[in-house]
Nanobody, 123 residues
Framework: QVQLVESGGGLVQAGGSLRLSCAVV????????MGWYRQAPGNQRELVAG???????NYADSVKGRFTISRDNAKNTVYLQMNSLKPEDTAVYYC?????????????????WGQGTQVTVSS
């Protein structure tokens, strides 16, 4: 069974930094694009940062220049380095990955979500 296990959230003061990690656990064939989303109370879930298997990145305008997404393919892990945090960055952050799994007779691909990790930035 494939799971995305997140870690690294917490409480930080404005201007501080946090690094989120998301490890893909389970038997997989390949990981395609990965990304981080966030959802604040009363808001829709929004894309924060995305990373394709080819290494292309995209960021929400609100985090450009402050957040960096990266991946360690050997560890099947994606990271989100968050610097210069602001109170408006407070949200539950979710990892997302499009993963291909294979058996001896078939393969399938689907998108998986992590359980979410809370990030709270105090002013």
């Amino acid at each position: 069974q494939v799971q995305l296990v997140e870690s690294g959230g917490g409480l930080v003061q404005a201007g501080g930094s946090l690094r989120l990690s998301c490890a893909v656990v389970g038997s997989i064939f390949s990981i395609n694009d990965m990304g981080w989303y966030r959802q604040a109370p009363g808001n829709q879930r929004e894309l924060v940062a995305g990373l394709t298997s080819g290494g292309s990145t995209n960021y929400a305008d609100s985090v450009k220049g402050r957040f960096t997404i990266s991946r360690d393919n050997a560890k099947n892990t994606v990271y989100l380095q968050m610097n210069s945090l602001k109170p408006e960055d407070t949200a539950v952050y979710y990892c997302n990955a499009f993963i291909t799994t294979k058996s001896t007779s078939a393969s399938w691909s689907r998108r998986y979500w992590g359980q979410g990790t809370q990030v709270t930035v105090s002013s």
